[in-house]
């Protein structure tokens, strides 16, 4: 039940994203980074997977780009805490590591670059937001 | 719950996912186009139906605003059918049409009594213009800039309008009682009125057309120690609620003699406005 509350929350905020402006965070990635840090590797991997699928087809021109790397940083964010038990230090590196990765995949996909400025802002709201969304999830879903 | 083993079950199974992202990266460009637009189609439809309400909503408004400026122009048209009608009342008046006003002010205290919209000179808008809305008469334009006017309502102390009883034709002159009510001056003990009657504009004087709704008769007593009888009605238009109304543009030439204002609703110059009181 908590997993499809959380599967259902990725989409809600996959859909507030598509209606936000360029400059807004990057909601998907972080709710999944967030999920996948109170997971087991394999739903961790599920929920990225899905979550970029999410996010492929808003942008069609990279679409397979944001599925495999958010399912690797769901599975790479699981690993890190089952490794990593103390601090959550490392999900502002993870959120800044999935932007950089994704857009340089989709960049070797073909697709066009966004524009700087807008693209910068978001990516410094994502990261600033990463603690606290993942606080949050983890107040909301895991009771922690 | 978190195996640190690597490559158990777990991570095959990550692995897999990943691998199928990395397919759909390799796909061919058009069929990768064509699969993120079936899936946007499913997953994106929650917005579309979103969006389509919200362009519903705009149409509905749209129409309404439309319905509302047909409603005020039967309304006139009726008023003018209704001055033919009666050999002895004022000619019908041409060349008028109206204009959409939307309220962006009202006063403080009451919120009823003046309205300010956002149409003046420019728009033809002009002081003496009678101001309607769908179910009856507003009031009457009292001062204007090039882009706003300022409407006293029915609820103005110092407004008169010159009714007449739709059903029974007897005549009066109905003024604010109160905040939210009218009451009839010179009503006749002898006249009738009972509550539910509706009163028209009398048309007296060649601002508002005769026939015009303005209030229904809420309350008739014939008190044995007045002169008058005491005839209370509530406006048809509902003043306090209105967000647009329609000002009545009259053509140069047409309008009521200044001079003449022994009823308020010609001409009303002597009103003091609000703020030079």
Not at chain 1, 56 to 72: E, I, K, N, P
Not at chain 2, 161 to 179: E, F, Q
Request: charged share 15%.
């Amino acid at each position: 039940m908590r997993r499809l509350l959380g599967l259902l929350l990725v989409y809600g905020l996959f859909l507030a994203q598509v209606l936000l402006t360029p400059w807004g965070p990057d909601l998907v990635v972080l709710a999944v980074l967030a999920f996948a840090l109170h997971e087991s590797r394999a739903w961790a991997t599920v929920i990225g997977f899905l979550g970029g699928l999410l996010l492929d087809t808003a942008s069609a021109g990279s679409f397979g780009a944001a599925t495999f790397v958010l399912a690797g940083a769901g599975w790479l964010a699981a690993l890190l805490h089952s490794v990593v038990t103390r601090g959550r230090w490392y999900i502002v590196v993870l959120s800044l590591l999935v932007l950089a990765l994704r857009l340089a995949v989709a960049r070797l996909a073909g697709a066009g670059l966004p524009p700087l400025l807008p693209l910068a802002v978001s990516a410094g709201l994502t990261v600033a937001l990463a603690v606290p969304f993942e606080l949050l999830i983890g107040r909301l879903f895991y009771r922690q | 719950m978190h195996p640190r083993r690597l490559g158990n079950w777990q991570d095959r199974f990550a692995l897999v996912l990943a691998a199928l992202g990395l397919v759909a990266l390799l796909l061919p460009r058009p069929l990768r186009f064509q699969l993120a637009a079936r899936a946007g189609a499913v997953l994106l439809a929650p917005l579309r139906s979103l969006e389509e309400t919200r362009a519903g909503s705009r149409r509905l408004r749209e129409e309404n605003r439309r319905l509302e400026l047909l409603a005020a122009e039967l309304a006139l048209e009726n008023a003018r059918l209704h001055s033919l009608d009666r050999a002895a009342g004022p000619p019908p008046l041409t060349g008028r049409d109206l204009v959409r006003a939307p309220v962006i002010s009202r006063d403080l205290a009451t919120l009823r009594r003046y309205l300010v919209v956002s149409r003046g000179n420019r728009a033809g808008v002009s002081p003496g213009a009678p101001a309607l809305a769908a179910a009856g008469v507003v009031g009457t334009v009292i001062a204007t800039t090039p882009n706003q006017a300022l409407v006293q309502s029915l609820h103005a102390p110092e407004s008169r309008v010159a009714v007449t009883n739709r059903r029974s034709r007897v005549p009066a002159i109905a003024r604010a009682l109160g905040v939210e009510l009218l009451m009839l001056d010179y009503v006749p003990k002898d006249s009738d009125f009972h509550p539910g009657d509706t009163l028209v504009t009398a048309g007296l004087g060649g601002i508002f057309p005769s026939g015009l709704p303005v209030a229904l008769v809420t309350m008739a007593r014939d008190d044995p120690a007045a002169l008058f009888k005491t005839v209370h009605c509530r406006p048809l238009a509902a003043i306090a609620r209105l967000e647009a109304l329609f000002v009545l543009r009259i053509p140069a030439g047409a309008a009521a003699d200044p001079d003449d204002d022994w009823l308020d609703n010609l001409a009303p110059t002597g009103t003091l406005l609000p703020e030079n009181r």
